[in-house]
């Protein structure tokens, strides 16, 4: 089955099929994979322009050490191209596939917290990460990130 929940990340996701009475074994034993996604309005390559962020900032805001390496930031400007700065979309995703460590600690009842605790440690990128990953690229703006995550 296939079914879109108005939830803000991927763990919710459990949380709220739990609140519409599918017990957690059912839920342990029946999910394979939960995709939490929004879509960010993309920069306009014509006028996008530079800006320069303080490091205390980027480290505040979610960014790697690696991510921070060499990382030019942009933010929208608006031109004859575009859409206040804005041309086209592209998604942020987390994908998370059940895996046996997971569905265990479904069935176990753990909360949303706690889910996301085991997304972690099983390397799943969050939205935020995901989001600061098109940042890093380029692709949209720190402000339509943080609008979205």
């Known amino acids: 089955m296939l079914t879109t929940l108005h939830t ?22 029946s999910l394979n994979l939960i995709i939490a996604q929004r879509l960010a309005r993309c920069l306009c390559k014509h006028c996008k322009e530079s800006v320069e962020i303080p490091e205390k900032l980027l480290i505040e805001e ?14 929208a400007r608006g031109c004859e191209h575009c859409n206040n700065g804005y041309k086209g979309r592209v998604g942020i995703y987390e994908l998370v596939p059940v895996s046996a460590e997971l569905s265990s600690l ?44």
């Open 106 to 149: 479904i069935m176990s009842g753990g909360n949303s917290l706690q889910l996301a605790e085991q997304l972690n440690s099983e390397g799943i990128r969050s939205l935020r990460q995901s989001a600061l990953l098109k940042v890093a690229r380029g692709l949209i703006c720190l402000e339509e990130a943080n609008r979205l995550t």
């Open 8 to 29: 803000n990340n991927a763990a919710e996701v459990l949380t709220r099929l739990n609140k519409l009475g599918i017990p957690a074994y059912d839920l342990g034993t």
């Open 62 to 75: 979610g960014f790697t050490p690696i991510h921070r390496q060499n990382l030019s930031l942009f933010r």
